[in-house]
């Protein structure tokens, strides 16, 4: 039984990442889940490691984030900040998805716009 006769689709996760290794810009596209968030962290922690001190994160596309891709998210902020001098963005966010950085309080911290 594939996932759509149980009952549920899924949202793929999609991921395209532009610009310097200093400083890239990912424009994330889908639903950020328990599903869909280790390879975000995977990407975010690949970008890290080659070099990436500032990333911007596109969110006009997401439609919806759980407490796991929050996780992945204030994970590779701490990790760019682990130094000082690192950063990561998101810009674009839809309200739905606004909403939940405001509620937990990350709006400070990760929203740019």
């Known amino acids: 039984m594939d996932?759509?006769?149980?009952g549920s689709v899924i949202t793929p996760l999609r991921l395209d990442v532009e610009g310097p290794a200093s400083h890239p810009?990912?424009?994330?596209?889908?639903?950020?889940?328990?599903?869909?968030?280790?390879?975000?962290r995977a990407e975010l922690m690949n970008l890290i490691?080659?070099?990436?001190?500032?990333?911007?994160?596109?969110?006009g596309g997401v439609s919806f984030?759980?407490?796991?891709g929050?996780?992945?998210?204030?994970?590779a902020y701490k990790r760019l900040h682990e130094d000082?001098?690192?950063?990561?963005?998101?810009?674009?966010?839809?309200?739905?998805?606004?909403?939940?950085?405001?509620?937990?309080?990350?709006e400070a911290a990760l929203l740019t716009d």
């Open 25 to 40: 810009s990912v424009t994330v596209s889908g639903e950020i889940d328990v599903a869909t968030s280790p390879r975000l």
């Open 65 to 68: 984030v759980d407490s796991s």
């Open 84 to 106: 000082g001098h690192g950063a990561i963005h998101i810009v674009g966010a839809q309200p739905s998805v606004r909403k939940v950085f405001e509620i937990t309080g990350l």
């Open 3 to 6: 996932d759509e006769q149980a």
């Open 70 to 75: 929050l996780g992945v998210l204030v994970g």
């Open 49 to 59: 490691a080659a070099g990436a001190t500032e990333i911007t994160l596109h969110f």
